[in-house]
């Protein structure tokens, strides 16, 4: 699973438009998709047609630490289309800040909430649109995410405002030991004017190259759709908004190498590919072993399946699987255990639970 904060402190860049569509895109291209809306102006809820009255829980409950109102990530999601599903966001989500001012842990509240998620499906990603602040929900969303998407649009003071986002995201790899993969998406961009592509050159220089190569052009589709609630494509499946939107998820689905592996952080969801292969974690400060036994070695664990501690308490290895089906289980310490990552099982002949991993 791939977690997507779609994340610019600067307000009307294109987060939202870029959050609803670009999930449409990778559901539309077969992947299961959750967009979690971790903005209180709830826009990407609403541009999905899902209005004020028709959320009875959001993200909001998900992150209270009132234990009277709390409920789990799972229990308010909605579906919206085949492959993608929405956790609603409504004004409610703005006393949280608040809530969780002073209380431990409060920038892992997300990260939390999804690894206790308890569904049936499991998602290939999950797009996190932010609001146009860098405080605790920001926070939240960077701190889970392994990349960030920063659309920028090609409009006055655009790149002003983005070192401080790229500051804080620098802040937080260090802090996890993790290298969070930032990458800036051209936005509201006008090819015939010569401004919009100095611009492009001012973000190119400003993000060192790491800049997505579609490119989202001004397309008043985009504006029509989301009046409407929907995605566009839904709305215009052939006009430019659609095309670029669509672009942009295959060159996400393609580019599994811009994310950085090297530094392994815990795996939300469990096992993910990385650029050498399927990365798995497991995370413990008391373990003196970790190992992993699956269907890929014959479930006979020895030197080579050893896992190595890449930092305090995550223990990681990579294998190099085809696209499949394999079970699996972590021996910590000569205990069998399931990964407590991942939420899909099976259980074998004689009803003994394993992790499950389908490799697409
Ligand atoms: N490529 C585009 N072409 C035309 N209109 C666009 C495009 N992208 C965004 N817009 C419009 O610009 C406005 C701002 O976009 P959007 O809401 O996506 O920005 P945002 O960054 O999420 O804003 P906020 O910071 O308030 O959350 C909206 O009216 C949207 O319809
Ligand atoms: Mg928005």
Redesign the pocket.
């Known amino acids: 699973m791939r977690i997507i904060a779609i994340a610019n402190q600067k307000?009307?860049?294109?987060?939202?438009?870029?959050a609803i569509n670009f999930s449409a895109c990778l559901a539309q291209a077969k992947k299961n998709v959750l967009l979690i809306d971790l903005?209180p102006?709830g826009?990407a809820t609403l541009g999905l047609n899902i209005k004020h009255q028709d959320v009875d829980k959001s993200m909001y409950h998900v992150l209270t630490p009132q234990s009277g109102k709390k409920v789990r990530l799972d229990e308010i999601i909605l579906p919206i289309s085949q492959n993608f599903d929405l956790a609603p966001a409504d004004i409610l989500l703005s006393a949280i800040e608040q809530e969780l001012s002073g209380k431990p842990e409060r920038e892992a509240k997300l990260y939390q909430a999804i690894s206790l998620m308890v569904t049936k499906k499991t998602y290939d990603y999950i797009v996190i649109d932010c609001?146009?602040s860098l405080g605790l929900l920001t926070f939240n969303a960077l701190r889970v995410s392994g990349e960030v998407i920063a659309?920028v649009e090609t409009g006055f003071f655009s790149v002003h405002g983005v070192s401080k986002l790229l500051e804080i995201v620098d802040v937080i790899g260090k802090r996890l030991k993790c290298d969070i993969a930032v990458k800036a998406l051209i936005?509201?961009f006008d090819r015939r004017t010569k401004f919009s592509q100095e611009i492009k050159d001012d973000i190119y220089n400003h993000f060192s190259g790491q800049v997505f190569k579609s490119i989202?052009?001004?397309?008043?589709r985009?504006?029509e759709a989301?009046s409407y609630g929907m995605p566009v494509i839904a709305y215009d499946k052939r006009c430019r908004?659609s095309e670029d939107y669509m672009a942009l998820a295959k060159e996400v689905i393609r580019k599994y190498d811009w994310t950085k592996p090297e530094t392994v952080t815990e795996t939300v969801g469990g096992p993910q590919q990385s650029k050498s292969g399927i990365l798995f974690t497991y995370s413990s400060t008391e373990a003196g072993s970790v190992q992993i036994a699956g269907d890929f070695n014959n479930w006979a664990a020895d030197q080579k399946d050893k896992l190595e501690t890449t930092k305090k308490g995550v223990w990681a290895k990579v294998y190099n699987l085809r696209p499949g089906r394999y079970r699996y289980k972590f021996i910590v310490d000569g205990q069998w255990v399931t990964d407590p990552n991942n939420p899909q099982t099976e259980a074998d002949e004689i009803g003994n639970l394993n992790s499950l991993l389908e490799i697409k």
Do not use: E, M, R, S
Not at 11 to 18: D, I, L, R, S, V
Not at 216 to 220: L, R, S
């Open positions: 307000g009307g860049c294109g987060k939202t438009t870029t903005d102006q826009h609001p146009p659309p936005t509201l989202i052009n001004t397309n008043v985009l504006k989301a908004g």
